[in-house]
């Protein structure tokens, strides 16, 4: 298939670019640079640079006639969004209203989204699973949870078929070492920890009393080499299937901050100082998924989200 990956420069994009290359897939990717980087495109794929909020460009890409998309092209600092939440809704929400109305003007009817475990807020039971009560906490979750409400509709009204992917927590990087391109400005814990073990970041743990069994905070981390492998599988689904699907993704068993932490003491070989602070408000002691549905739909199984090859992987590049 002819996929246009928006977004395909960026961090899980690039993987996900890939990941499409490795099962056949001619790719295009789109991107405005601002995030992702020239480092993460192909050689052999075409390149369209352009803005998910100029309409203008979006149509001019999807007139050059493409079988799918992937969108990767949100903002998702939780945080930044509580403080500039009307940046989260031209960017995430009007950006992406414009790449669906782009998509189905030009018939491109397959959409790959790339949603997130924040559409659910405070866990009410774990293992989290599709049908967990969505009450986002944060502005960044609300814009994914209106986005799969926003494809409901179009797949109704217009036949879009979609896979709504909800990450849990995206870490690692390319087991092979071709993508290698660092993230720009990362919020999350593990790279971090990989500044930290650099020199180039103070580390904090974020409370240490939780209810959990080491007092530190919970998360489901995911190898960006395994969330790829799922859109690829999504994509295949949705088109032999010709059916939309919501489908939740992690290893179903949770990691503790001090266990990362330990890992990357262990396989980094450096002391890696952490200073033990309060909590912040609003986080969960644990937060984990079911992928069963993954599973059972698409016969999806983490093969790289061990704790070791999400540090090591991570490790080797950020120690080039």
Known sequence: MKVLVIGGA????????????????????????????????????????????????????FAQGFDAFVHLAAFKAAGESMVKPEKYSVNNITGTLNI????????????????SAAVFGEPEYLPMDEEHPKHPINY??????????????????????????????AA????????????????????????????????????????TRDGTCIRDYVHVTDLADAHVRALEYISK?????????????????????????????K???????????????????TSKKAKELLGWEPKYSDVDTLVRTTWNVYNK
């Open 100 to 115: 669906m109305n782009a998509a189905v003007k030009h018939g491109c009817l397959k959409m790959i989204f790339s949603s």
């Open 140 to 169: 960044y979750g609300f814009t994914k949870l209106k986005i799969e409400e926003f494809m409901d509709w179009y797949d109704q009204l217009k036949g879009l078929k979609f896979a709504a992917l909800r990450y849990f927590n």
């Open 10 to 61: 960026g961090y899980i994009g690039s993987h996900v670019v890939k990941a499409l290359m490795k099962a056949g897939h001619k790719v295009t990717v789109f991107d405005n640079l601002s995030s992702g980087l020239r480092q993460n495109l192909f050689s052999e794929n075409g390149f369209i640079y352009g803005n998910i909020l100029l309409p203008e460009d979006l149509d001019a890409a």
């Open 241 to 269: 299937k010709g059916e939309s699907i919501k489908l939740n993704l992690g290893t179903e068993k949770g990691t503790t901050v001090k266990e990362l932490l330990e890992a990357s003491r262990r396989i980094t070989g």
């Open 172 to 211: 690692g990087y390319d087991p092979e070492g071709v993508v290698c391109g660092l993230e720009q400005k990362p919020e999350n814990l593990l790279p971090r920890i990989m500044e930290a073990a650099l020199g180039q970041r103070e580390l904090k743990v974020f409370g240490t009393d939780y209810d």
């Open 271 to 289: 002391a890696i100082p952490a200073e033990d602070v309060e909590r912040r408000p609003g986080d969960p002691a644990s937060l984990y998924t």
